[in-house]
């Protein structure tokens, strides 16, 4: 079976099958997932971001030298491309504001912009001369993408002109392996191998001068979230010797929380519709890894877990509707988890009450 083949095939259960929701938040079980999909050659790497979902409801995933599209409506696979050289691979994806355009960045430094709708190559964006492991649009102004590399650089890219690069800044002395732009914009977020998280206003980049630079994790920051409905909240997770959510006031400068989950933290997922966070873990030196935890925000107890038993989570991605988790895992499979349904907390922060009364989350 080729690999296109094994990615669309479905091994477990369908979509909206019903789940058993948890009578207590310590009533923890192990609930099986929505569905698994089959994902051949997923690199096993902490520090690349090889998936992302886009607003057109299309999953992004790398697959060693492949990076395919994934239709969640009907399960479609399409593959977007294959590079011919071993050594140059995608190692980042991510999905424009209109999801038209696909960012990839690559082993071997290179940059490019794809249609997702022509499978063709718009661009390459030049600027890196090492792995790019990680890609963030700016969805406020659509035409900002930014990258970073094991260059230890951070690049911010105008993709309309042809001198692409606007800003470069080295304030990271390791790999940048973490960005993520806030929801209005304004504020950009970046973690590294250093163990920082810095923290920019869009409008003084160019300087090189961070608004904050927090040094409290012991361990590299790649998991970065911000607060659906807090503007100013950030939260950012640490690798294996750190194995902390930390929540930000970047208005502040402050930390809020620090929960030690006891595990390497590869992924934050913000609930939108409920006040809580996902979080999904690696490795752990106590054997407390390899799983999904769900805390109830803003006092970060946990509300439930999802032990993910064969290996270790690289990282996740949400859907379009706010509803479905879905984590990379290096057993090469793709888990998708109705993680975030109703909580029956009254704790609603968006307007789906009648749409997520239908769904039961199993991880409470």
Not at 137 to 149: A, P, V, Y
């Amino acid at each position: 079976m080729d690999h296109q083949s094994r990615l669309s095939r479905l091994l477990e259960t369908d979509w909206y099958s019903p789940r058993r929701l948890l009578g207590s938040p310590t009533d923890f079980d192990f609930q099986k997932e929505a569905r698994i999909l089959d994902a051949p050659n997923l690199r096993n790497d902490y520090y690349s971001n090889m998936m992302d979902w886009g607003r057109n409801n299309i999953l992004a995933i790398a697959l060693g030298l492949e990076l395919y599209l994934w239709k969640q409506e009907n399960g479609e696979v399409q593959k977007l491309l294959k590079v011919t050289g071993e050594d140059d691979f995608p190692t980042s994806i991510s999905w424009s504001q209109d999801a038209k355009t696909l960012a990839v960045g690559y082993m071997a430094s290179k940059l490019q912009l794809w249609d997702a709708e022509t499978s063709k190559l718009i661009r390459n964006l030049e600027g890196h001369d090492k792995r790019v492991a990680t890609a963030s649009w700016n969805h406020w102004n659509g035409h900002i993408l930014t990258s970073g590399s094991q260059d230890k650089s951070i690049i911010n890219h105008d993709v309309r002109v042809s001198n692409n690069v606007t800003s470069r800044i080295n304030a990271h002395t390791a790999e940048v392996c973490g960005l993520k732009w806030s929801n209005e914009g304004n504020l950009l977020a970046s973690g590294g191998d250093d163990n920082l998280v810095h923290v920019w206003d869009h409008s003084k980049m160019s300087s090189s001068k961070c608004l904050h630079r927090f040094r409290d994790h012991r361990a590299a920051v790649k998991a970065l979230a911000w607060c659906p409905y807090q503007f100013n909240v950030l939260a950012s997770g640490g690798g294996t010797q750190d194995g902390c959510i930390k929540i930000w006031n970047v208005q502040k400068g402050t930390c809020i929380h620090s929960v030690d989950t006891k595990a390497q933290i590869c992924g934050l997922e913000w609930n939108r519709h409920h006040k809580e966070i996902l979080s999904g873990h690696g490795f752990s030196s106590s054997g407390d890894g390899q799983k999904l935890c769900l805390w109830k925000y803003p006092h970060m107890t946990k509300w439930g877990e999802l032990q993910h038993q064969t290996s270790r989570i690289l990282e996740l991605s949400q859907s379009p509707d706010g509803l479905t988790v879905v984590s990379a895992a290096a057993d090469e499979t793709l888990r998708f988890w109705e993680a975030f349904g109703p909580s029956g907390s009254g704790d609603f922060v968006s307007h789906l009450d009648g749409l997520l009364s239908l769904k039961v989350s199993p991880i409470r």
